[in-house]
Structures are given as structure tokens and as C-alpha cells.
């Protein structure tokens, strides 16, 4: 891919579209392969090249705009995001029409962005407006609707009205099996999100088939070693957990973090999720030695990598509150909690 950039850019010149395409092809490689600080400057290159090439409006630039901010998203920078997101709306509703799919993409990840509990109700509304406009271009039965449907739900659950949620959970689960068949990963995706949702209202009963389903789907749809897999082994270890079987738990959270391990490399902050569960399980069965390199690598992971980035994971706070936490279980008093931290993240600022 980079051999395409440097080609196009000896074809065409180094201010062309075509290089600026490829340039935003290579950074989304780079951002999926988990080498997001390597796929930021291209992200910037390729924004900069079409604005000047197509002008500050051109839905191109909106494209640009979208992906920077959804990389800015991954490493903790919604509020630089924000701003991103919202210029792409307004140039994607002056030059393609409010009520077109590109317009919804935009409002989806604006309403993703949107962390701040107080703003929930904001996040809400681009969320249903987004699923109003693939209604209206696509029909009520399309993937995209599916997602779209998907996302709310997610918003819905976070505000605490699971109620609300699982309806349209069981809608976008009966359209993605209509239109992509049963055993289709975002099958996988919308089982899982229904068994959440049965979970948060503790029908554990009717969550657990769909958790093990979402399972056997991605393992054959993506093979048994992808993120994806690790993602359903996660919940479905959380409700073996609070169902009182953490001895089946635990296999598949170790089985879920060496996924991850490959899959991201076993530095990245993707395996802290990872780390954070098995840890809980582990004190959970009151195994507190066994916890706490896991509690103390995932403070070291997110520490490092806000220290990369130059800006803090939004995890960070966190992860140093459960290794504290940890520590006094373990009878450590304060100074040495304040000590073993400071080891790992170095001193106060």
C-alpha cells in the first residue's frame, strides 16, 4: 500500500485526491492493525491535501474529517473529536441534503463521541434521527437500519431503560438474520448486544443461549483466534460469574486475553479489558496474588500509552483506583500502596 502511495504520487503529483485516497487507505490499515500514532499523520496529510485540492466543503473532506475524528475517538480525544465530527455534518448536510446516508454515518459516530452522561439525551436524538434517515433511504429492513438500531439501544442501556432497549435489540437481530442469514457475524454482534440487555433485566436464563450462540457464530464466521470471539467469551464469562460458576468463567477470560494478546500485541490497551476481567475474577475467588500482576500491568499498559500519545486513556483513573483498591485487600498499607503505583506510573504531577 505504501508502494500505491508513492506511485500515485509520482503519477499524479503530490497534492492529488487519488494520493490523498491512498493515503487515508494505508492510515485505516494502520489504525485496524492497532498502529494508530503511525495512522494520525496520514489522517492529517490526506484531510489537508483535499481540502486544498477540492475545497474546505467537499463531502471528500467530510470523509477525511470523520475518519481523524473516530481515530481521535480510539485514543482518548473525544473533545478534539467533537469538532471534527460536527464540520462533517454541516458539509455533508449543505452539499448532500440533511436527509442523506452519509449524513446519518456522521450523526452516528457525533452520538458515540458524546461520553458525558449529562449530554445522553443529545446523543438520544442524533441516534433516532440517524435511524430515521436509513429508514426512510433504505426501508425498515436493511443492515444498515440493523446498526443504526443496534447503536440506539447501546445509548438506551447506558440510561439505564433496558426496557426501551431491548425491543429494538430484537428488531435489528430479526432483520440481520432475515437479510444476512443466521449464521452471519452481525447475527453474532446483535446476539450478543440482546444478551446484555436480558442480562441488565436479569433474565440471565433467556441471555446465556444467545451469549453461546454469538460464540459458536464468530468462531465459525471469523475463525477461532479473532477479537471478535474474545469480545462474547468476555460476556459470556460475566454471566457464568455472577451465576456462581467463575471455575467455567476463568478458562474462557484466560482463553479471551491470549486472543487478545495476539490479535493486538500485549501491549495494547484492547488487552486491558481483558486483564481487568480476569483480575476480577480472580479476587472474586479471593486469589488476590494472582490478581495483582494482571491489575498492576493493566495500570503499567494504560500509563504507557497515555505517556505515547500524550493524552490520558480515559481508563487510566480507573485502573489506578482498582490496583489501589487490590493493594489494601491485600493488606498493604497506604505509603506502600502510594509506592507500588508511583513504580508503575512514576510520581504525582
Do not use: W
Not at 100 to 114: F, S
Amino acid at each position: 500500500m505504501r508502494r500505491a502511495v508513492a506511485i500515485d504520487e509520482a503519477t499524479f503529483g503530490l497534492e492529488h485526491p487519488k494520493v490523498a485516497r491512498d493515503l487515508n487507505d494505508l492510515a485505516l490499515l494502520l489504525q485496524a492493525t492497532n498502529r494508530r500514532a503511525d495512522a494520525e499523520p496520514l489522517f492529517r496529510h490526506a484531510l489537508a491535501i483535499n481540502e486544498r485540492s477540492l475545497g474546505p466543503e467537499d463531502p471528500e473532506v467530510a470523509s477525511d474529517l470523520n475518519n481523524l475524528a473516530l481515530l481521535l475517538s480510539e485514543t482518548s480525544r473525544v473533545v478534539d473529536a467533537e469538532p471534527l465530527l460536527r464540520r462533517a455534518l454541516a458539509i455533508n448536510e449543505k452539499i448532500l441534503g440533511p436527509e442523506h446516508p452519509e449524513v446519518a454515518t456522521t450523526l452516528n459516530n457525533l452520538a458515540l463521541v458524546i461520553q458525558d452522561s449529562k449530554r445522553n439525551a443529545e446523543a438520544e436524538l442524533l441516534l433516532r434521527r440517524a435511524l430515521a434517515i436509513y429508514e426512510k433511504r433504505y426501508g425498515p429492513e436493511h443492515p444498515d437500519v440493523a446498526t443504526a438500531l443496534a447503536n440506539l439501544a447501546g445509548r438506551l442501556t447506558v440510561m439505564n431503560r433496558p426496557a426501551d432497549a431491548e425491543p429494538l435489540l430484537r428488531r435489528a437481530l430479526a432483520i440481520d438474520e432475515k437479510i444476512l442469514g443466521p449464521e452471519h457475524h452481525q447475527v453474532a454482534t446483535a446476539l450478543a448486544n440482546l444478551g446484555r440487555a436480558l442480562q441488565a433485566t436479569n433474565r440471565l436464563g433467556e441471555a446465556e443461549p444467545l451469549l453461546r450462540r454469538a460464540v459458536a457464530i464468530n468462531e465459525t464466521d471469523y475463525g477461532p483466534e479473532h477479537p471478535d470471539v474474545a469480545v462474547c467469551l468476555g460476556y459470556l464469562a460475566y454471566l457464568l460469574e455472577i451465576t456462581n460458576r467463575a471455575a467455567e468463567a476463568e478458562p474462557l477470560r484466560r482463553r479471551a486475553l491470549a486472543i487478545d494478546e495476539k490479535s493486538y500485541g500485549p501491549e495494547s490497551p484492547e488487552v486491558t479489558f481483558d486483564l481487568n476481567g480476569l483480575a476480577g475474577l480472580l479476587q472474586a475467588t479471593n486469589r488476590l496474588a494472582e490478581a495483582e500482576p494482571l491489575q498492576r500491568r493493566t495500570l503499567a499498559i494504560l500509563a504507557d500509552f497515555s505517556r505515547r500519545s500524550g493524552h490520558p486513556n480515559a481508563n487510566l483513573e480507573a485502573a489506578r483506583q482498582n490496583y489501589a483498591a487490590l493493594l489494601r485487600k491485600m493488606g498493604r498499607s497506604q505509603p506502600e500502596v502510594d509506592a507500588a503505583i508511583e513504580a508503575v506510573i512514576g510520581p504525582p504531577k
